[in-house]
């Protein structure tokens, strides 16, 4: 039972919005000043200093073009590497001539389970009880 004059619970979930909240556009269409999301693949990414702070910025490119994606004070994203797909959102800006989002909202896509040629090298089993390497392990 509620007391008089209490507030509800908010409801379970999330708070924000769905995200991507605006439709992806094609990178080559993105022109400064304007919040969009955007979705490539991460083609290169470089540490640097910004004025004396440290920074990194990933090149994200699709069909239609390519822009920067920079993150002030890391040197490094984990996960964000060269052909991994990525997801970000924010405000187009301009940096020498190429379109940056600056700090974006960013998803990575899952990474590949393996490569087309076949799984990769297989984990070593564990000896079984009666092998001699057991025997001459206990």
Do not use: H
């Not at 004025?51 to 490094?76: I, K, N, Q, S, W």
């Amino acid at each position: 039972m509620t007391e008089p004059g209490a507030r509800p619970c908010r409801p379970a979930g999330p708070v924000r919005p769905a995200w991507p909240t605006w439709p992806v556009r094609p990178i080559g269409q993105v022109r400064p000043q304007e919040r969009v999301v955007v979705r490539g693949e991460i083609r290169s990414s470089t540490a640097m200093a910004l004025r004396g702070c440290p920074a990194c910025r990933y090149t994200l490119a699709d069909d239609t073009g390519e822009l920067d994606l920079m993150f002030l004070g890391r040197v490094e994203i984990l996960g964000m590497e060269k052909g991994r797909r990525c997801t970000a959102e924010g405000t187009a800006a301009s940096r020498d001539d190429r379109i940056v989002l600056w700090n974006p909202r960013y998803e990575l896509e899952p990474a590949a389970e393996q490569d087309s040629d076949g799984p990769g090298p297989a984990a070593p089993r564990p000896a079984e009880p009666d092998s001699p390497t057991a025997a001459a392990s206990g």
